[in-house]
Nanobody, 124 residues
């Protein structure tokens, strides 16, 4: 089992920045790719970005490309999401997820473990 705990959410004005963290504990010796998803009120959960287990490969959905950066520190079992130039449409609960694979995936069903989520609210 792997436990994931997100932190770093909050309220920020449009144009501001936040850095989310996702700390993993438990059986973290295995290889896990990681993803960040978000769910806005009344909408389905969507894939935001992913990073391979090694950190070599990353992918971003078009709406966050150039503004968000995913990274990981495998020595600390932590994944980060740096979010810059935040917009009101980025308001959502953000979830990190771990996949027992070297490579991330774009669908929720491909992930094995989930955090509880952290709220990000961007005011206009």
């Amino acid at each position: 089992q792997v436990q994931l705990v997100e932190s770093g959410g909050g309220l920020v004005q449009a144009g501001g920045s936040l850095r989310l963290s996702c700390a993993a504990s438990g059986r973290t010796g295995s290889t896990y790719a990681m993803g960040w998803f978000r769910q806005a009120p009344g909408k389905e959960r969507e894939f935001v970005c992913g990073i391979s287990a090694s950190g070599t490969f990353t992918y971003y959905q078009d709406s966050v490309k150039g503004r968000f950066t995913i990274s990981r520190d495998n020595a600390k079992n932590t994944v980060f999401l740096q979010m810059n130039s935040l917009q009101p449409e980025d308001t959502a609960v953000y979830f990190c997820a771990a996949r027992r694979s070297g490579m991330f995936a774009y669908t929720q069903q491909a992930y094995d473990y989930w955090g509880q989520g952290t709220q990000v609210t961007v005011s206009s």
